[in-house]
């Protein structure tokens, strides 16, 4: 009975590790972006209302925005050969995460490298990076952006690769 019991055993744990071997491995995320206004140096934030965010699949990083308002048609273009794109892979809806009150773009993220654009009408500005696909079988990633109305010239926004944005403010563009 003792070596029943024990091949049973053996068979099960063998079983469940095999199990664990074929799950799905998957780099798709949904990109949750929570996109907050600064109207004065140092000052507080502030949900930026009426953001929109959009996603391109691009073969390489070197696709450019022209304008604001190249980022508000969503378009792209390939600097080198000035091919465009209008038609964005994908475009972001309205999330609102539970106990909070700021609303978050969902955005979802399929393929890579991937260049992910926000607009945020209200200030003109818009913001982009390029991401590749890092994490496996994580579901939402979630990153922060903050349009600093008072900056004058394109910053950088964000601690780390992947998770840092080109901010671009009002009157002025990538080729200057």
Not at 96 to 123: K, N, T
Not at 132 to 150: Q, S
Request: proline share 3%.
């Amino acid at each position: 009975m003792g070596k029943i019991l024990r091949n049973i055993t053996i068979v099960m744990v063998v079983a469940l590790v095999a199990t664990g071997c074929f799950k799905k491995v998957t780099t798709d995320t949904t990109l949750r972006i929570k996109v907050l206004s600064e109207e004065t140096s140092g000052g507080g934030t502030v949900a930026a209302e009426g953001c929109y965010a959009y996603i391109y699949y691009t073969d390489s990083e070197d696709w450019v925005i022209n304008s604001y308002e190249d980022a508000a048609a969503k378009i792209i273009t390939h600097p080198e050969t000035g091919e465009t794109r209008s038609m964005p892979d994908g475009e972001s809806e309205l999330y609102q995460a539970e106990g909070s009150d700021v609303s978050y773009l969902s955005l979802f993220q399929g393929g890579s490298p991937a260049l992910v654009v926000v607009v945020y009408p209200e200030a003109q500005m818009y913001a982009y990076n390029y991401r590749k696909a890092e994490a496996v079988n994580l579901h939402y990633t979630y990153l922060t952006l903050i349009f600093h109305k008072w900056k004058t010239e394109t910053y950088t926004e964000g601690s780390k690769d992947g998770y840092k944005w080109t901010v671009v403010p009002t009157l002025t563009t990538e080729n200057e």
